[in-house]
């Protein structure tokens, strides 16, 4: 879209990001890299749009705020998600809550100035659904409001949608997807392949490609998993490796677009992953990876090597010890060595049968938590509908109570029999 349409130096252009969900550290890294290596491209976008969670890195991009910050809440969000099983759709999650806080802590005081009449958020309106594009704010709590109404999603954020300026909205992606103008060039960027300018490559050989909310999606086996990670969090080591590939596309991008004068060498595309990441991102994938062995399809501490260690404390036994592939040295006597094999097999038959058993328990425990989580939102629905029923009489009784107070006092008497009717005496 936006290589064809750059062609001259000047040429006025804006960034799209589209909806992403927890994907979204695709487009932090993509940011990150045109911070490092074209910081023009953002400073000199006219325009900057966003949709759902596109839409903070939108906002993070015109207010200059902090990457870090902005990753911290996202990792805080994903750390919240996968405590339960049913991930986001659990009752005690509450990821806008976790956004909100990180927006407050992100933006500046001054964000609505900055981003009135530059970012342009879409959102979808209750009442009618259609899409609605937000772009002058009063204050930053107008501004973090019109974000969490376009990060919104019905049922899997909760059930009563969150408003801005006294109008109900939902997910701007529902209607647009990857928001921009036809009337200017757009740079767009989306952790899904398709017909976008910054976004995963696939399989070259996929030519099917589908026009669907105002944006380009690939049918490829990688965008519906890219779909499913979107919703649902991956480990923190995965959600590293896509903001690692939002930064290596990126490098790409610029590589193959010359309209701003900028020719990057070959060995800008070889950088080491370790580079890209916080100590915080480390620290985290070094938690959930646990050091995987995978030739040996087991784990291993994170310890020294048997071979680092002084020599008093050096293991008469030495190997990796796992369910799959036990290896002794024969280093003991023959005896010990046998009783060892024996004491290893009986274990790895008794780690298989609780595995088994508990495979099975867990069969009857994905559907209880479901239906507990859908009794819970079934149940806080119907208290906020009797809670509504409640304030509807009670309106109609007040206004019943005013209208024959008036109409008592314009012909000079109010009867106590009148009041004890409508009930007024009852309190």
Known sequence: MAEEDL???GTPFSLSFSGSGFLA????????????LAPEILKSASKVYGASAGSLIAAAVVCESSLEDLKES???????????????????????RTIQKGLYKMLPENSHQVASGRLHISLTRVMDGQNVMVSEFSSKEDLIQALTCSCFVP????????????????????????PCSD????????????????????????????????????????????????????????????????????????RRNNAFGINYPANTMTFRFASLLSKNDLSRA??????????????????????????????AVSGTFNGKDQKIQPQLPPRQHKA??????????????????????????????????????????????????WMAQQFKRTGRLVRNTAAGLSNGVVSERRLSSLGMLQY
């Not at 550290?25 to 490092?36: D, F, N, P, T």
């Not at 059930?159 to 209607?175: A, K, L």
């Not at 995987?292 to 050096?314: I, V």
């Open 74 to 96: 996202f990792h805080e969000a994903v750390r919240d998600a996968r405590k339960t099983i049913l991930g986001p759709l659990s009752p005690g999650c509450n990821t806008l």
């Open 286 to 315: 070094n938690e959930e990876s646990s050091c995987w062995n995978p030739d040996t399809g087991g784990l291993e501490s994170n310890g020294p090597a048997p071979r680092d260690l002084p020599p008093k404390q050096t293991p």
């Open 7 to 9: 062609s001259g130096t």
């Open 183 to 254: 009337l200017e060039a757009v740079i767009t960027v989306s952790p899904f392949t398709g017909e976008l300018d910054i976004c995963p490559r696939d399989c070259p050989a996929i030519f099917y490609s589908f026009q669907i909310l105002n944006s380009s999606i690939q049918i490829s086996v990688e965008n519906l998993c890219r779909i499913s990670y979107a919703l649902f969090p991956p480990s923190y080591l995965v959600l590293n490796e896509f903001f690692s590939r939002g930064y290596q596309d990126a490098v790409l991008f610029l």
């Open 25 to 36: 550290l695709y487009q932090i890294g993509v940011v990150q890299s045109l911070l490092e």
């Open 340 to 389: 060892a094999r024996e004491r290893q097999k009986a274990s790895g038959l008794l780690d298989s049968v609780a595995e088994i058993i508990s495979q099975c328990l867990m069969s009857y425990k994905l559907p209880t938590k479901m239906m507990f989580s859908l009794s819970k939102r079934i149940e806080q629905l119907w208290g906020l509908l009797d809670e509504m029923c």
């Open 155 to 178: 049922i899997y954020c909760g059930f009563i949608p969150p408003s801005f300026r006294g109008v109900r909205y939902v997910d701007g992606g529902f209607t647009n997807l990857q």
